[in-house]
């Protein structure tokens, strides 16, 4: 099983930048993906980008070329990088990680994009 907690939301103006954490502990050598979602007031939750053990990264289209996910040398902890925020990325952003036992989540990261 693995514990993860998100941080670094906030709020912040259109155009601007925020770095998400996700910090894991417990069993992190099984984990073989780790992705970011978002779920908006009264809306799905979302899958946003994804790392893999190997380093491969995945991102939904409307993320493309502005965020970034990545992560230590381990899986202690995971990033995402977001620029060029526009009002329609403000939403809950979890983290979530997947192993042979299932899928884990995070309490989640309030992101706020408004004026």
């Known amino acids: 099983q693995v514990q993860l907690v998100e941080s670094g939301g906030g709020l912040v103006q259109p155009g601007g930048s925020l770095v998400l954490s996700c910090a894991a502990s417990?069993?992190?050598?099984?984990?073989?993906?780790m992705r970011w979602y978002r779920q908006a007031p009264g809306k799905q939750r979302e899958l946003v980008a994804q790392i893999s053990s190997g380093g491969a990264t995945n991102y939904a289209e409307f993320v493309k070329g502005r965020f970034t996910i990545s992560r230590d040398n381990g899986w202690n902890t995971v990033y995402l990088r977001m620029n060029s925020l526009k009002p329609e990325d403000t939403a809950v952003y979890y983290c979530?990680?997947?192993?042979?036992?299932?899928?884990?989540w995070g309490q989640g990261t309030q992101v706020t994009v408004s004026s």
């Open positions: 979530n990680a997947a192993h042979p036992e299932g899928t884990d």
């Open positions: 417990g069993v992190l050598t099984s984990i073989y993906l």
